[in-house]
């Protein structure tokens, strides 16, 4: 058995959606392999940061805040013909992330099998996770409301 089967694994073993016979593969590997250990244990402190942050987002506030932005931006696109152009160029941006996010967790992925130190590879990851799914933005907001008040 090889690294591949937990590299491909790594999600389903994460949501406990994996069979008893191929969790004792994923964990049986692990013993044995310390690349594959540190990636599963970054990917779980991944998952649980994203976690965290569910959990703190439901603000009824924040929440309404945002569908209400998100409803001045599409009466805006609706009246404005360059926000047009951009909306149809939205799938071009959208496959265009996508793509950069496999690049870069593909090049996090190099970099850990370079044996990096693995707290500079964790915070990498991590920033870049939280890049990519503009987590900062939240935090942001959450600042602001608490300033306000
Ligand atoms: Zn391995």
């Known amino acids: 058995m ?4 937990v590299l491909d ?5 994460q949501e406990k959606i994996l069979s008893g016979a191929e969790i004792k593969e994923f964990e049986d590997h692990l013993h044995s392999c310390d690349n594959c250990t540190r990636i599963a244990a970054q990917f779980e402190n991944i998952v649980t940061f994203i976690d965290k942050k569910k959990f ?4 009824p506030f924040i929440k309404g805040r945002t569908i209400q932005r998100i409803e001045t931006e599409l009466e805006r696109t609706k009246k ?3 926000l047009q152009f951009q909306k149809r160029l939205q ?5 265009f992330l996508l793509f950069m996010a496999i690049v870069i967790g593909y ?7 370079a044996g990096y130190s693995s707290e500079i590879a964790h915070q990498n990851e991590i920033q870049s996770v939280k ?3 503009n987590i900062k933005d939240f935090i942001d907001e959450d600042n ?5 008040h």
């Open 2 to 5: 090889d690294c591949s089967f």
């Open 9 to 13: 694994h790594l999600f389903s073993y």
């Open 144 to 148: 602001i409301f608490f300033i306000n």
């Open 80 to 82: 404005s013909p360059m």
């Open 56 to 59: 703190e987002e439901p603000n």
């Open 131 to 133: 890049s990519n799914l």
């Open 107 to 113: 090049s996090i992925g190099r970099l850990i099998e």
């Open 91 to 95: 799938p071009v941006i959208i496959s």
